[in-house]
């Protein structure tokens, strides 16, 4: 095996192979031929691409590799790692996209050859769109001496803290390139087929699903309604003669989300404190603009600590767009005491959050608009309350908006949006603040949270069109909707704590419409519970002893091809609704938001699965008894994560006696495999008894009896919670009397 080769891991083969990981276990005990490991550990080896790719076609269990799985593959065991690769791919893929003609002339050489000429071309195609690769000084905190004469730094070597690269990628050497060789020129194989932006939002993406612990993401719906709020109005933009480009800016840009939601176009600039990261986001941007590189707006992104040595110090942004790092104790609070930033006030230890707010307030320009996603607590915890009343009592601070919890991460948290703009000399500070809450939003129904039915929030939960349609109504009229938003003037918020949780200044929107709609709760309960009544299996006229029947499993009728088998994965956005796991667990309709998983818009690696009436939905993970078969109102939604499909053969399985036999407590037990605290089923495993097609219509019947009655269940408990709820609401405020 050469020096360096690429290697690959027992989940890898698994998704080249398109099998379960248990199945690579058994082909390393069954067959001595298998490859051997060559690196990893002994409870989690590697193995060569090559023998492995090269095994696979001889035994007849793969005709050739997909090459975004091989091109995957290349990225993920790269001996200088997975970011080195994708860094290596993007300037590959920069200079595909900008100078095809220079492309092909390297790639007619040898593989030493082209390693030795990519520098020079990588190098002008990155000055190209990110400008000069060289070491400058950056801004000096305030109170210290500057940075002293300035030394001389390699491509290869990381920047002092007081000093930022000019550019966040540096152009890679020869030697470096050398073993990427062959990535780069299947990349740009793929790329030829999909497009250059394409193919590298593929590898990030599936880069970062690999590591989601390493990586704070901004979902795109969230990071298109940021970017929304930002858009400037006829009332704060400039005017209409002046063709200036809008600036937008991200001091503490991560993946660059926030940026890529930006519409139209804009001079983009962009700051990360990780070095690695940065040069990510630099190339995702950078193969995101349209245009040659002469014509397209500017695109600045640089490497560094943003509060502590800041590269843009005379940046006056049309807009600051930042999801910054929250309860950071360590962002300067020592260094910074003087810092000329400080407009509102000197923020203590633990409001580093109020640190990067003036930080956006300073780098907009007068009348410019920032958006920023803010911790709940920055809202109320009494250390920032001075902060908070110097930034109503100058009108900086325009709006606080609370999101549901699952918008981002932490997911369990329900965030909060400020929009501030910095306030134009001579004007007079607004009299209000608007503060809206979508909390109650929070499930696919909407309903809520005391309905039962969306109790808990959750990323794969929201509604984002609800969501998106309320906030941006909300910002936009700026006037009351009852339980969604008020305009409050800002003389009451101005008490000891100005404390400016949304909940706590607006009413929730009473569970049922209210003391008003309660009557009409109780008429669809009554009505449901009779219904539950006459759907109640009758007790058994008689107990026969356990059945030995002779059995099949889920794997073998899909050998046989009496059914097929589909998981589901993150769902790029589409007009499409989403059957997620939760819709699944509570018998909800699929209307998840078809932004799932961190993967950017078009990235996915594997068109959506669309739901056929009479597929049968299982969850992977929870080891719950839970089955769901789709019907006719369903069908065409998206399978979404941590889902299997199951979709029999009409003539060969009944879908109802499909479901009702997996719904078995022992078939769910034997078919599970634990680790840690979750368990995982394996749907191949699941068994069901063999019988003809009559004999399984007879059982599918009084399934999808029970199913109906666990369903009149399920909206029974749904409206007795709404009830109960709206009736403790009612006799606490007043509105429902005691008698």
Known sequence: MPENATEVTAAGIARMAGVGRAAVSNWRRRHPDFPQPVGGTGTSPSFALSEVEEWLRDQGKLAE????????????GHPAGAVAALVHTGCALLLVRDRPTAWLELTAASDERMADMLPHAVDLVLTDRLGPDSVVPAAPVAGTAGPGPQSVHTTESPAPPNVHRARAVPTPGAQALLPSVPLLRAAAELAAGIGAGQTFEFLL????????????LTPPPLAELMADLAEPSKDAGRPARDQHVRSVLDPAAGTGALLRAVAGPAALYAQEADAALAALTALRLAL???GPAGSAPALAVRTGDTLRADAFPRLAADTVLCHPPFNDRNWGHDELAYDPRWEYGFPARTESELAWVQHALARLRDGGTAVLLMPPAAASRRSGRRIRAGLLRRGALRAVIALPAGAAPPYGIPLHLWVLRRPEPG????????????????????EAAGGGKTAVGGRDRLDWSAVRAAVLGAWRDRADHPGVSRVVP?????????????????????PGGGASGLGEVRERLAETLRLTARLAPPPPAHLAAPAHRPLTTVGELARAGAL???TGHAVPGGPAPVLTEHDVLTGGAPAGSPHTGPRAPGTAPEDPVLLEPGDVVVPVLGGGTVVRVVDAGEAGAALGRN??????????????????????????RQASSYASTAARLDARRLQLPRMPLDEQRRYGERFRELAAFEDALRTAGRLGGLL???????LTDGTVPPA
């Open 288 to 290: 995101g603009a349209d």
């Open 427 to 446: 004007a007079h500070p607004v009299p209000d603040l608007l503060l809206s809450d979508t909390a109650d939003l929070a499930g696919p129904t909407g």
């Open 724 to 730: 109960v709820q709206g009736m403790y609401d009612g």
């Open 564 to 566: 097929s088998l589909r």
């Open 490 to 510: 800002v003389v009451e918020l101005l008490d000891d704590d100005v404390d400016l949780t949304p909940a706590r200044h607006l009413p929730r929107p009473a």
């Open 205 to 216: 993406g599936r880069q970062l699903d690999a590591n989601p612990r390493q990586y704070t």
């Open 65 to 76: 590799v997909p090459l975004r799985e091989r091109i995957w593959q290349e990225v993920a």
């Open 643 to 668: 889902l299997q499909l199951l979709r029999p053969d009409p003539a060969a399985v009944d879908p109802w006696f499909l479901a009702g036999f997996l719904r078995g407590t022992a078939n769910h």
